[in-house]
Every structure is written in C-alpha cells, then in structure tokens.
Nanobody, 125 residues
Framework: HVQLVESGGESVQAGGSLRLSCTSN????????MGWFRQAPGKEREGVAV???????GYADSVKDRFTVSKDPNKGTLYLQMNSLKPEDTGIYYC????????????????????WGQGTQVTVS
C-alpha cells in the first residue's frame, strides 16, 4: 500500500520561498512519474510540476522559472522548491505518484495519477 505524506507548507509573505517535501514508503525510483498539484479555494485542482523516472521535469506555465521539482533517488522523497512566491500560489499542495507509463507532462495536465497524499497548506500573503 503506497503512502505519500506532504510537509513544509506554511504561511509566507509574497516574494518568499518554501520547500515542500513528499515522503513515500516506496523508493521514488519505483514510480514512473511523480508530481505536485495544488488546489486554491473555489478552484479546481491543477498540476504544478512533474518529474519522470528519468529525472526529466515538467512545469505549469504559471510556475516555470520559479519552482523546481526534484527527488532523492535513494529515498522515497519528492521535493518542490518554490521561490518568488505570489498570493496566487496559495492553496493546498498535493503530492502524487504513478507507476504506469505514459507522458508525465500529460498526466500533469489530466491529473491521472494513481496515488495521492493528503496535502499541505501553503498561504502567500
């Protein structure tokens, strides 16, 4: 049974930085894709960043050049470094993982991930 647990969310001022972590009970190398999604109040969940098993990343246009996704191949941990935060980055951030093939960027757009965490709140004011 795969478990994903997010941490690192907190309140921060605009322009600040945060690093989110997602701990899995499965080595990250066991997943085809891992990613981060977020849901703002009153809005649908949206893909933020993904990383393929090869390490190749993909980003939503809204976070490109500000956010960096990475993973520790020796641990079951996924990271999201968020810089130059804006109020519109506020939301619950979810970690997701998927063991099946296909384009990770496409999965980010569709949300087709098999495993999800419970989320961590990020508030930018």
């Amino acid at each position: 049974h795969v478990q994903l647990v997010e941490s690192g969310g907190e309140s921060v001022q605009a322009g600040g930085s945060l690093r989110l972590s997602c701990t899995s009970n499965v080595y990250t190398s066991g997943f085809w894709c891992m990613g981060w999604f977020r849901q703002a109040p009153g809005k649908e969940r949206e893909g933020v960043a993904v990383i393929a098993g090869s390490g190749s990343p993909g980003y939503a246009d809204s976070v490109k050049d500000r956010f960096t996704v990475s993973k520790d191949p020796n641990k079951g941990t996924l990271y999201l470094q968020m810089n130059s935060l804006k109020p519109e980055d506020t939301g619950i951030y979810y970690c997701a993982a998927d063991a099946y093939g296909g384009s990770c960027v496409q999965k980010m757009r569709t949300g087709e991930f098999g495993y999800w965490g419970q989320g961590t709140q990020v508030t930018v004011s």
